[in-house]
């Protein structure tokens, strides 16, 4: 099992980024996804989950800043982030898992990618 997340960069404040995390090696369309990040110093976080065919959605408290979808033809999910923030500054994750739909726990998620880095910063 692989997932690779990319598009993580260098933002400036008030800026927009959108994550893909491309996965391989497991069913995709029977697998529910999330985002997850974590911060310098800080414990690894939810973002949002999407369960597996794309028809029921969680997030934290973002404000309404981010959107979780996913193409299950391209084994593909994606997070939009707009408006990010200096504290939105962290490596996400993407994380799997057959059973938990819509958890916000760590735990709850068998498999992870390596993360891609967002930095927003002016």
């Known amino acids: 099992v692989q997932q690779v997340e990319s598009g993580g960069g260098l933002v400036q404040p008030g800026g927009s980024l959108r994550l893909s995390c491309a996965a391989s090696?497991?069913?995709?369309?029977?697998?529910?996804m999330a985002w997850f990040r974590q911060a310098p110093g800080r414990e690894r976080e939810f973002v949002a989950s999407i369960d597996w065919i794309g028809a029921s959605t969680a997030y934290a408290e973002s404000e309404g800043r981010f959107t979780i979808a996913r193409d299950n033809p391209k084994n593909t999910m994606y997070l939009q982030m707009n408006d990010l923030k200096p504290d939105d500054t962290a490596v996400y994750y993407c994380?799997?898992?057959?059973?938990?739909?819509?958890?916000?726990?760590?735990?709850?998620?068998?498999?992870w990618g390596q993360g891609t880095l967002v930095t927003v910063s002016s």
């Open positions: 090696g497991l069913p995709f369309n029977r697998y529910h």
């Open positions: 994380a799997a898992d057959l059973v938990s739909r819509n958890s916000g726990s760590v735990l709850a998620y068998k498999y």
